[in-house]
């Protein structure tokens, strides 16, 4: 069973800056590959980022790449989301997921690809 807390969410002006950290509950983190994923009301749940289980590959989606980092720090049993010149269209609740990685090149870009999710955290950009 993998527990997932995110933090790090908040207000912020258009233009600046946020870090969320997702601390995972698993003694074997290292194993599982990681995604962020959002959801603005009264829309899908969509993929953000994801980062293979070892760190040595990620992924964004086109809309925030360039712009936001994933990493993790498997010694911490954390992985983070570093988003920069945040814009009014990422306001939503950003969610991080677990999911078990067979391989080192594993990792998702579908919410169904995850099997276990954090409570959400909110984040709001204001123009």
């Known amino acids: 069973q993998v527990q997932l807390v995110e933090s790090g969410g908040g207000l912020v002006q258009a233009g600046g800056s946020l870090r969320l950290s997702c601390a995972a509950s698993v003694r074997t983190f290292s194993s599982y590959a990681m995604g962020w994923f959002r959801q603005a009301p009264g829309k899908e749940r969509e993929f953000v980022a994801a980062?293979?289980?070892?760190?040595?590959?990620?992924y964004y989606a086109d809309s925030v790449k360039g712009r936001f980092t994933i990493s993790r720090d498997n010694a911490k049993n954390t992985v983070y989301l570093q988003m920069n010149s945040l814009k009014p269209e990422d306001t939503a609740l950003y969610y991080c997921a677990a999911k078990f990685g067979f391989r080192d090149s594993d990792y998702g870009r579908n919410k169904g690809d995850y099997g276990y999710w954090g409570q959400g955290t909110q984040v709001t950009v204001s123009s």
């Open positions: 980062i293979t289980r070892g760190g040595g590959s990620t």
